[in-house]
């Protein structure tokens, strides 16, 4: 069982940057195909960012936050990271960071086994 816990959610002016942590319990994190999603309120669950399980292997952005949000992961410290900048009040929601053990990237949520509680971002002047 893997379990995920985000931290580094925020109040941020708009054009403002957050960074975005998550960390896991377990060590198999290295094995985990990982993405960051967001839900508004009153929206569905979307994607943002995914990125593989090798080390500088594949990435994936939504177009909405393609060059502005990066995201990373540190297998040695169980973590995947979520660096955001030039935010915008779009960008305001809920951020969760989600794991899967099956081959290849994916922009379904559905796809993910495991998730963290959620981090919230607020960005608003």
């Given at each position: 069982q893997v379990q995920l816990r985000e931290s580094g959610g925020g109040l941020v002016q708009p054009g403002g940057s957050l960074r975005l942590s998550c960390e896991?319990?377990?060590?198999?994190?290295?094995?985990?195909?990982?993405?960051?999603?967001?839900?508004?309120?009153?929206?569905e669950r979307e994607f943002v960012a995914a990125i593989s399980?090798?080390?500088g292997g594949s990435l994936r952005y939504a177009d909405s936050v393609k060059g502005r949000f990066t995201i990373s992961?540190?297998?040695?410290?169980?973590a995947v990271y979520l660096q955001m900048n030039s935010l915008?009040?779009?960008?305001?929601?809920?951020?969760?960071?989600?794991?899967r053990y099956g081959p290849g990237l994916s922009t379904d949520a559905g796809n993910y086994g495991y998730w963290g509680q959620g981090t919230q971002v607020t960005v608003s002047s």
């Open positions: 896991a319990s377990t060590g198999t994190f290295s094995w985990a195909n990982l993405g960051w999603f967001r839900q508004a309120p009153g929206k399980r090798t080390t992961r540190d297998n040695a410290k169980n915008k009040p779009e960008d305001s929601a809920a951020y969760y960071c989600a794991a």
